[in-house]
């Protein structure tokens, strides 16, 4: 049995407010508006069934679980962790960030573009010490799961902390190094959820990263000077051969009743999100939930592009898995294992899909800069739809944070899911994951409920 992790990410700060760096300084506390999240916080997360909740003692972040563990029920005793505390930035903290840019241009720069080589000094017992507050950070995320894990094999925990220290947590679990730390976002009360099969290095999947829904906006705010595009990638409704857990592959299956359904709550949630270019995969499936979405959204035109249709499964298409099991079972246990290794008879291999979805999805993104096209005046970026299937989304996921098919497991793609990737600095830079898998709206609370059928 999965050991579940829910990770927040502490409400509203003073200092978040008049955006100074707060690190280890705990001078900063919640604002109004910031308890008031961490109590919404603590009413979506009710009916979770807690083994432990722990938080940074740092008071932001403690008062955000004081708050969020009051509207639980029956919650176990809050334990405070130092190892839970934020990025020590001990040079730059309690400072505004326009000042640590003028005074320290090229630091300030290696923090922006190259995280794991900020460099700074640090004064002990022993006299001065040079450190890497990146790299350090990533180290204290990797101990404190190799100390907790093994502690709640098969249980839910809770940990509130910071945007930082949230980041490395989901990184070392995934495989993210140092460098990797601008590559998610963390916002203030957000919500992600890690399922663990074991213990630390052992397979992990990422359910969804940064929901924000229960603070009643759909989706993360668009981080200021933005200079590329914001794309949502969203996965098709249910079909009757997911609920019947029947390979599908590119065997053209409608959406059923409940598709259509969670296409309608997919368009209501994006409803006020302006979109400016919408590309599906030809599919039966992924096509009706992208009409669906635009329902609201008529000036838009629907572009298809073939290489966003889901994997040939070849002969497994049609069956199911206990069907598949009787001719190919070791083909089958590898799928599940090392998916990367597996080549579906008459079909495709994973290297293919990542090289034709990956293909496209560069093109999209490459073709899609400038600003809003909806209105001149709006200062935001160019808003794209891409829907398509779990594998592709999957591929194009990976192949964002430099994965190759090894990696094809760690993402969950629900049906009607929805996932934000921003590119702050614009198409030809490393883009950010803002939000992951986001099944809120489907009516299902934090986690992803949806049918967890075949491909």
């Not at 999957?394 to 929805?418: D, R, T, Y």
Request: hydrophobic share 40%; aromatic share 8%.
């Amino acid at each position: 049995m999965a050991t579940r992790v829910i990770l927040v990410r502490h409400g509203i700060s003073t200092y978040n407010t008049l955006r100074r760096i707060q690190g280890h300084f705990d001078e900063s506390t919640l604002t109004d508006e910031g308890r008031e999240a961490a109590r919404l916080t603590g009413l979506a997360l009710r009916g979770l069934p807690f083994a432990a909740i722990y938080a940074s003692p740092l008071q932001r972040a403690r008062e955000t679980a004081e708050i969020l563990t009051a509207q639980l029920e029956n919650p176990p005793a809050l334990q405070l962790r130092d190892d839970l505390k934020e990025i020590n930035m001990v040079e730059w903290e309690g400072l505004p960030f326009d000042e640590v840019k003028e005074r320290f241009p090229e630091s300030y720069c290696h923090w922006q573009q190259e995280p794991e080589k900020l460099k700074m000094r640090l004064t002990t017992p022993e006299g001065e010490q040079e450190f890497f507050p990146v790299v350090d950070l990533y180290r204290q995320a990797e101990q404190f799961w190799r100390d907790t894990l093994p502690q709640h094999a098969g249980e839910t925990i809770l940990l509130v902390a910071h945007s930082g220290i949230n980041r490395a947590l989901i990184g070392t679990a995934v495989g993210l190094g140092p460098a990797d730390y601008h590559a998610l976002n963390q916002a203030n009360c957000a919500i992600s959820v890690l399922n663990f099969a074991g213990g630390f290095g052992k397979p992990v999947q990422l359910e969804s990263v940064n929901l924000v829904d229960h603070l009643g906006k759909p989706l993360p705010d668009v981080r200021g000077n933005h200079r590329g595009p914001r794309m949502l990638l969203v996965r098709h409704g249910e079909t009757d051969w997911n609920r019947e857990k029947r390979f599908q592959g590119q065997i053209d299956v409608p959406l059923n009743e409940n598709g259509r359904i969670q296409g309608e709550k997919a368009a209501f949630f994006l409803k006020d999100i302006p979109i400016d270019r919408a590309i599906t995969s030809p599919m039966l499936r992924p096509k009706e939930t992208a009409e669906l979405i635009l329902q609201f959204h008529p000036d838009v035109s629907l572009e298809t592009d073939d290489r966003l249709k889901e994997i040939s499964h070849g002969l497994w298409e049609g069956k199911l898995e206990e069907e598949i099991q009787e001719v190919y079972a070791d083909e089958l246990a590898a799928w599940k294992v090392t998916p990367e290794t597996v080549q579906m008879p008459a079909g495709e291999n994973l290297q293919q899909v990542w090289e034709r979805a990956i293909a496209a999805w560069n093109e999209i993104v490459a073709s899609s800069t400038g600003d809003s096209q909806s209105d001149p005046y709006e200062n935001r970026p160019l808003t794209v739809l891409v829907v398509a299937h779990d594998a592709v989304n999957k591929a194009i996921l990976s192949g964002l944070m430099g994965w190759g098919p090894e990696k094809f497991w760690v993402f969950k793609q629900g049906n009607g899911a929805v996932t934000v990737i921003d590119y702050p600095r614009g198409p030809e830079n490393r883009p950010m994951l803002q939000s992951l898998n986001i099944t809120t709206h489907l009516g299902s609370g934090v986690l992803d409920k949806t049918a967890a059928g075949a491909l």
